[in-house]
């Protein structure tokens, strides 16, 4: 998938996002700013999420739930990370261990944690309310 889009076409992306990604750990790139944190909140109102989406960037990890209080999701934002084993320190790859959707902003930070089958999505500003996306499905 690679296409330009307007913000206000966000959750028709997140839709498309999830609906074609074929696994569950979706590694978010792209320069500050650019929307990713706004992506996973699309995301998380497309899953089902009870609590609105918000960057877990102080937390590095939030946990999302559906309405049945059924766990759907885990919202990573590793920008603030030193180190890759304050990533193993919090039990990253117990969260990986769940089978739930998992969200990662600056995947780059932890780079030798990543599951191969991770999916690349990679968001670039074109202008205030246009941007691209490419998911990169390996």
């Not at 966000?10 to 990713?36: Q, S, W, Y």
């Not at 944190?37 to 960057?55: F, H, P, R």
């Not at 990543?114 to 690349?120: F, K, L, N, Q």
Request: glycine content about 8%; hydrophobic content about 40%.
């Amino acid at each position: 998938m690679k296409k330009t889009f307007q913000l206000n076409e966000i959750r028709d992306v997140a839709k498309e996002i999830i609906g074609t990604a074929p696994g569950n750990v979706l590694c978010f790139h792209g320069e500050m700013g650019v929307g990713k944190t706004t992506l996973v909140k699309a995301m998380m109102k497309e899953l089902g999420a009870v609590d609105e989406a918000n960057s877990p960037t102080f937390g590095l990890v939030n946990e999302y739930r559906g309405g049945n209080d059924k766990l759907i999701a885990y919202h990573f934002d590793f920008y603030r990370l030193n180190d890759e084993s304050e990533a193993l320190d919090m039990g990253f790859e117990d969260y990986l261990a769940q089978g739930v959707w998992v969200f990662i902003e600056w995947p780059e930070k932890i780079e030798s944690l990543i599951p191969e089958d991770a999916v690349g999505v990679f968001l670039h500003f074109i202008d205030e309310s246009t941007r691209s996306i490419e998911l990169n499905i390996s």
